[in-house]
Every structure is written in structure tokens, then in C-alpha cells.
């Protein structure tokens, strides 16, 4: 199905288009980049859709964006996306805010019972009855000219996310959902922002098994990694790999042979970094270990398999009969910090775990408390059901 769009590719055409997007109060859009050899994905088109029309914005040839992106950040307009993680973090780069009112597709439809996190293919499939077309997936949106198919299969992507929109919002409203929404989607903003703005060695895949000096080694080298790649443009494991900054940071030695007998400083170009390497382990060990980032730990250990499996089916059918997606209301660890909250009885009560909080303590967490003390139980119902239990409230 053909789909009729404006192609903008000059900055006089951004910048009428860009007055003539300020009337309207609804915004929808999409991006295509190329995240795999930089250092941040490469932003190529912007997809945008309003109630009456569908325009693509070349980035690549219109390097003057803020007009844009300052109208997604006005207060007095909804933005709608689909799985907006990288659209929410161009727009933050560009502006230094977050978008006031964002309507994610993806999260409106988990509050209604769809899958989450769901496709946009498989939301226009079950709102719109329309089946999307897949054949530029693995497009090169840097290349130029793009054909007329690559164009129809991006404006696709924005085709149908007012109507999209219209619908979940309306059915939302109708069972008092929207403001969870806004909710989450502040909340997922707020922690891209954080990640964004913050050093993030603590995210290297093996660091919570370090301490001591290996933990400000392996800052040290990722800070000094992370540097050398925004320098050069290149994605941060094309400089060193993660596993060999955990290597070098537990072998704690700033000596040259030892850096270069670890497996993998072999190749050619690790082999050179060997001396900056050497100096960047010499300097980490001067400094003391870093604090881990700030984050409300709830008890110690683990608590009994057994009981964080029983909550999860509990909270299995909880989601069942409020019509909302489980994996949109809690992960294994959210689970698990509620159940030590819960157990200690030295918690601190003004930091109470997710469950506890918002719109998710209305949805599961005062039936877990329930259940936690006894006041519910769980029992087989129909063992041929795709939600075999129940909940009981025992008599007396």
C-alpha cells in the first residue's frame, strides 16, 4: 500500500515544515539510525505523522534539527512513539529535557492487556487489522539516494501511530489508566537520562565480582575507554572489549608482560594500547575503590525460591484479571526486593520497593501484602486453564 509523504531534505523545507508542525498539538514520529559503528547510533531519518499528514526529515542532509526537536519538548504537545528509547535519547541529546507528554505505544498497550513489549508490526496487526511490510529491515539508512521503497517502508512506521494512539487512549482513560502511563513513561525517561549523564562502568557485564583496587581499575579503564571512543567515533568495545577490561581490573598489575599475556591483547590493534593501558592501571590504583551508584537495597541474600515463585504466579493472576501485561509490572528483581522489603523488619519505610510504589502497589502490591500475612490464599481451580488458580480469603 502506497503511502503519501512529504520528503524533506533541505533546511528551508525543515524549517517551513518545522512552523507548520507547531500548530499541531499531537506529534507522532519514528527514527531510523545505524547504531553498530559509532559511538553513538547514527541518527539517518526522522519519521514524523500528525492527525492530517506524514513527512521524513533527512538528518543527513539537514543538519539544523533543534526546531524539531524543541517542539517535541513543548508542554502543551502529546508525543506519540513506538518503543521510544533511542527517539526519547536524540531528543535529550538535542535539547537537554525530556518530552512532557509522551505517549508510548508499546506501554499504553500493556495496560491493556496486550503483550508487552509488543512489536509495532503486531500492534498495527490487532488495532488496525493491517500487516506491515519487513523488507527494508536490514536497510543501510546511511546510503544515498534511498529508493522509493526504502522511503514507503519508513513512512509505514508512522503511518498508523495516531490511529494507534487514539485507541489506546480512549480505552485508558475509560478504565483510569492514563495516568499510569504518563507515569511510566516519566519514569523510563528519567532513568535514560540518568544513564545518559552518569558514568556507567557498573554496567560492565562481571564488575559486581570485583572490589578493592580491580574496582577502580575497571572505572579507571572505562572511563579511559569510553573517552578514546566518543574521540574517534567508534563503539566502545572496538576500542577493548568488556570481558578483557574484567580481566585486566582482577589481575590488578600494571605491569606491561602480564597485560600483554592476557588472552586476547594478541591482536594488533590491542597489542599498541598496551602501554596506555599499563599507565591508565597505574593511575587507578592510586585511587580508592568508587561507590557503587546510589540504590535502595532491600535485606540480604536471597529470599526462598519457593516463596518468590509462589508471589510470581499469584501475581501471574492478579495481571490476568486486571487486563495488564506481567512483564510490564514487575521483573524477577522487583520481585525479589519486595519480598526481603517485606521480611525486614529494619526496612526503611521511606524507600519502599517498586511494587510498593504507584500505580503498581494499586495493581499487585496490596494483594501481595494479603497474601504475604495470610489474609489470601491460593488455590488449583481448573488445572486445564491457562490461569489455573484462585484466590480464596480463608473464613474466621
Known sequence: MATDFLYIRTESALQQFCQDLAKESLISFD???VAEDSYRPLLCLIQVATENQIAIIDPLECEQLAPFWELLVDPDRTVVVHAGREEILFCYRATGKLIPNLFDIQIGAGFLGYEYPASYGKLVQRVVGRTLDKEETRSDWRQRPLSRQQLEYAAQDVRDLVRIYKSLSERLHKHGRLTWLMEETQLKQ?????????????????????????????????????????????????????DLIIELARRGSADPRRVASLRGMEYRNTRQLIPELTDIIEEAIQHPPPNWPRKHRYGKGQPASMLTQFLSAAMAFICHHQHIAPMLVATSDDLRDFVLYRLDRD??????????????ADIVGRDLDDLLEGKIGIVLENPHSDIPIKFIRPHG
Open 31 to 33: 527514527t531510523e539510525f
Open 190 to 242: 528519567e532513568e535514560l537520562s540518568n544513564i545518559e549523564s552518569s558514568e556507567n562502568w557498573h554496567r560492565l557485564s562481571g564488575v559486581s565480582a570485583l572490589s578493592g583496587k580491580s574496582l577502580s581499575i575497571a572505572r579507571g579503564l572505562w572511563n579511559w575507554r569510553d573517552a578514546k571512543a566518543r574521540q574517534r567515533n567508534i563503539p566502545p568495545r572496538k576500542i577493548l572489549r568488556d
Open 347 to 360: 526496612a526503611d519505610q521511606t524507600h519502599p520497593p517498586a511494587l510498593l510504589r504507584g500505580w503498581r
